[in-house]
């Protein structure tokens, strides 16, 4: 049928069109409105020149009226199109608490330099900026490096720290550095010391644990001020050697949480054996991790702490110290644990299996390192996406690769365009074929407009034969006299197939005589179109094969999708197409 007489197209063209111009300002696109008809219609895939240039036409007559016009038709004679809409609207975090309260929100992202980031930190960094965005606030990027013993910061991650949030695309807009602000810590120590809010404890730790078990002080804890602020001199000057003396804020004794109980605030380092990679061995006591982060919370003036509820316990040791210090604590929001099954987030053993060469890199495939996630092709649009859809939630959440490739292939499936990847390639000589094929592939089914690959199949010598190079998972074990269909080619019964070779033989054009044998349909590669390609698969092993010669027009860090392979990201091109591997 002529497409111009197809009254039901006609009018199925205009319903596409005007909803795309509803979601787009007034304004339809022809191409994502080819592609839906298409999809409606595969019929119409050998006539899409004719069909796009009526897509035009209608297209025109549409963007001439206004949203509003537009709006009315499509509320009159659609209206389950609009509700449709309202239901995909985008999912928003929940409002922060007591936002009046403060002129501005200030949220912190805080990691210890210790190791890259991971995916199990997604959650702080996306809800901390996001919410800063949401209210027109300020997101501060706060490094806590102040352990050089146990949790020793690395030079090297604080850059690349930096480099995973701007790709995260959530840069922040201030940031600080705790190894930079001892002078600070020490003021405040030295100030709850003054009045008496917080001792220097020279006690063996094993005595303390046993007293404070038993809701005792210690022999320290009710000496004067001075005492304790001649100690205090005393551990800055490095007098005082490792766990010989510790600075322990005052709380409630009976805390029915011993863990509560005058917690430690600063404590001795051996600088000589353990200096810090930025300060050296400038500093003798440094602060533990409630001192710094509460001072810093309540001077940086963070609005929200908005981290994960394994924190908890914290919160109540610091408003001890904010109650001494006349300060008020800010809100704080504890999120539910996010797991992710099979991920691989331990820092320590991170660090250690690329220092001992187990890992390639950070950004080793089997990594959940940002920077392996990056390499891979997972984009960060995906990942904001599903923590931005898990929200703040106090309750545990156990998601999976899965769950994130989803969030993926929906960013990536309508803007990658699409190849063929032969993997295990076998030569396959197809006889009697009748003529010289011209052959055009789209880069993508729905998106016509983007080109195609262009090949021409010439039959050659006697038996009219063209080379192909398939899989040999595809081919080494059909039978004898099985119909194959080479995608968007044409038909051919197999004759030989073996592990090394196979022959075929031409038997039709049309796609429906190979529906109707029910053809397994397989892609290909015109022998001498071909180049090199290794795939990085996410456990590291190569997958080799060939790709089709128009890959070499491709540049690094471009994502294809290798047909009824899966996406993967271009890592390397020279002779050879380097690919890592994204999912299925
Ligand atoms: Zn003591």
Not at 174 to 197: A, C, F, M, T, V
Not at 244 to 267: G, Q
Request: hydrophobic share 35%; aromatic share 8%; proline share 6%.
């Amino acid at each position: 049928m002529a497409l111009e007489t197809d009254t039901e197209l006609k009018e199925l063209i205009r319903k596409t069109a005007l909803s795309n111009a509803v979601k787009h300002d007034g304004k339809a696109q022809v191409g994502p409105v080819v592609g839906k008809i298409l999809g409606e219609r595969p019929g119409y895939r050998d006539k899409t020149k004719e069909l796009s240039a009526l897509i035009s036409t209608v297209i025109n007559d549409i963007n001439s009226l206004s949203l509003d016009k537009q709006k009315s038709i499509v509320a009159e004679e659609w209206p389950e199109l609009l509700t449709k809409e309202r239901a995909k609207e985008q999912k928003h975090l929940p409002p922060l608490p007591n936002v009046d309260k403060y002129g501005k929100v200030v949220t912190r992202f805080s990691p210890n330099p210790d190791c890259v980031l991971h995916l199990g930190s997604a959650r702080a960094i996306v809800l901390c900026h996001d919410y800063a965005r949401m209210y027109e606030g300020t997101f501060v990027l706060r490094f806590e490096d102040t352990d050089p013993k146990i949790k020793r910061p690395v030079l090297e991650f604080y850059d690349r720290i930096r480099e995973d949030l701007g790709w995260l695309q959530c840069k922040p807009d201030e940031e600080y550095i705790q190894s930079d602000r001892l002078p600070i810590y020490y003021g405040h120590s030295e100030k709850l010391i003054k009045d008496g809010n917080a001792y220097v404890c020279t006690c063996d730790r094993e005595l303390f644990r046993k007293l404070i078990l038993e809701q005792k002080p210690c022999p320290c804890r009710d000496c004067l001020p001075e005492e304790h602020l001649a100690r205090w001199r005393q551990m800055l000057e490095g007098e005082y050697s490792e766990g010989e003396a510790v600075v322990r804020v005052k709380t409630d004794l009976n805390h029915p949480n011993p863990a509560v109980r005058d917690w430690p605030a600063m404590r001795v380092v051996d600088s000589e054996k353990y200096p810090h990679p930025r300060v050296g061995t400038k500093y003798h006591a440094w602060p533990l991790y409630n001192l710094a982060c509460g001072v810093d919370d309540h001077l940086l003036g963070i609005t929200h702490i908005i981290r994960g509820k394994e924190h908890l316990t914290n919160q109540v040791r610091q408003e001890f110290m904010y109650r001494h210090l006349g300060w008020t604590y800010p809100e704080a929001i504890h999120y539910g644990r996010l797991k992710i099954t099979g991920a691989y987030l331990s820092k320590s053993k991170i660090v250690q299996g690329v220092r001992e060469g187990q890992f390639k890199g950070w950004d080793d495939p089997r990594l959940a390192t940002f920077a392996a996630l990056r390499r891979r092709g997972i984009t960060p649009g995906a990942i904001k996406k599903m923590i931005i859809d898990v929200g703040p939630k106090t309750s545990d959440v156990i998601l999976s690769w899965e769950n994130l490739y989803a969030y993926n292939r929906k960013i990536l499936d309508p803007i990658v365009n699409r190849y063929f990847f032969v993997q295990n390639p076998l030569e396959l000589t197809v006889k009697n074929v009748p003529k010289t094929f011209e052959i055009h592939l789209n880069l993508h089914p729905e998106h016509p407009e983007r080109g195609t690959r262009n090949y021409t199949l010439k039959p050659e010598g006697k038996e009219r034969s063209a080379a192909l190079w398939v899989s040999r998972n595809d081919v080494a074990h059909s039978r004898e006299g099985q119909t194959v269909r080479l995608m968007e080619l044409f038909n051919i019964k197999i004759e030989t197939a073996n592990m090394y070779a196979a022959e075929a033989s031409f038997v039709s054009e049309s796609y429906e005589d190979a529906k109707n044998v029910k053809a397994s349909l397989i892609h290909w590669i015109p022998v001498g179109k071909d180049m090199p390609c290794d795939v990085v698969m996410p456990e590291a092993n190569i997958i080799e094969g060939i790709a089709e010669e128009a890959c070499r027009k491709l540049s690094p860090d471009t994502m294809v999708q290798f047909e009824r392979f899966g996406f993967v990201r271009v890592d390397a091109l020279n002779a050879k197409l380097t690919a890592y591997y994204t999912q299925g």
